[in-house]
Nanobody, 132 residues
Framework: QVQLVESGGGSVQTGGSLRLSCTAS????????MGWFRQAPGKEREGVAAIYKPIETTDYSDSVKGRFTISQDKVKNTLYLQMNSLKPEDTAMYYCAARRAPSMPYPGGRWCDMSSVTYQHWGQGTQVTVSS
């Protein structure tokens, strides 16, 4: 059974930075996708960033591209999300998630999607609040 535990959330002012961590325990397939999702009050959960573990290809939502960076430490089995230039609209609960990658890439060559319905394993979330 896979367990994911997020940490690193907090409160910052506009323009500040935070780094979220997600430590995984249990068995994760080597060909897994891991992603960060967020959900603000009254809004649907949205994908923020994803990484294909074997070759570390990454993908980002347009709203965070150029400001957020997803990365992993394979030795520590930890996923990170470096968030820079934070904005009030980034305020949300942030979740780490994992899934086994599909057997074939999606059209365009992408291995990992950012649809919450395809991810099987989820952490409990960590709150990020950005004040203006």
């Amino acid at each position: 059974q896979v367990q994911l535990v997020e940490s690193g959330g907090g409160s910052v002012q506009t323009g500040g930075s935070l780094r979220l961590s997600c430590t995984a325990s249990g068995y994760l397939y080597d060909d897994s996708c891991m992603g960060w999702f967020r959900q603000a009050p009254g809004k649907e959960r949205e994908g923020v960033a994803a990484i294909y573990k074997p070759i570390e290809t990454t993908d980002y939502s347009d709203s965070v591209k150029g400001r957020f960076t997803i990365s992993q430490d394979k030795v520590k089995n930890t996923l990170y999300l470096q968030m820079n230039s934070l904005k009030p609209e980034d305020t949300a609960m942030y979740y780490c998630a994992a899934r086994r990658a599909p057997s074939m890439p999606y059209p365009g060559g992408r291995w990992c999607d950012m649809s919450s319905v395809t991810y099987q394993h989820w952490g409990q979330g960590t709150q990020v609040t950005v004040s203006s």
